[in-house]
């Protein structure tokens, strides 16, 4: 089981600074003035838009900037603080990445909902969003696994070994 964590570990290190990195600069976009963004980060969003013909990107409706919002304000604090746990072994990992894979979790599921229904999206589009769905999903596993020889502690001493008291 430890080697498993430590891949799992690997795996979304890598993902939460991708997206400590994508979330302000490319997501950002979506809600906040593009005189924000230096020019090559803007030319970068728009290549994405049109490549891929993200219509949520272009015409931004108004519960997927909502979900950007969510992004930008919980989720993206939340990966910056979990890979800072990862890459320092911090004990509150497992609380950052279960908040980040349910809100992530949820967020994918709405997105996910519009693009398969709205019959708009070519299966290239998926497969841009299936993969957060994928890492979300498992930062909300990784959240509710324990680290193998740890006990669970409530203030000074074990959960496991305090009496009980009537």
Known sequence: MGALLKLIDAA?????LFISIVAPLIDG??????????SPVVELKTWYTNEYNDYLVSEKPHFFVGLVWLELLLQW??????????A???SWLNTTCLMYG???FTSMVAILSELTLSTRA?????????PFLGFALLALLRGLLTQSGKSMTI???PLLNRKKRA
Do not use: E, N
């Open 12 to 16: 979304l290190f890598i993902y939460f």
């Open 29 to 38: 976009q979506t809600c906040l003035p593009k005189h924000l963004y230096p």
């Open 77 to 86: 604090p939340l990966s910056v603080a979990s890979a800072y746990a990862i």
């Open 88 to 90: 320092t072994g911090k």
């Open 102 to 104: 349910v809100s992530a």
């Open 122 to 130: 070519s299966d290239q589009l998926l497969m841009m969003y299936y």
């Open 155 to 157: 203030g000074k001493r």
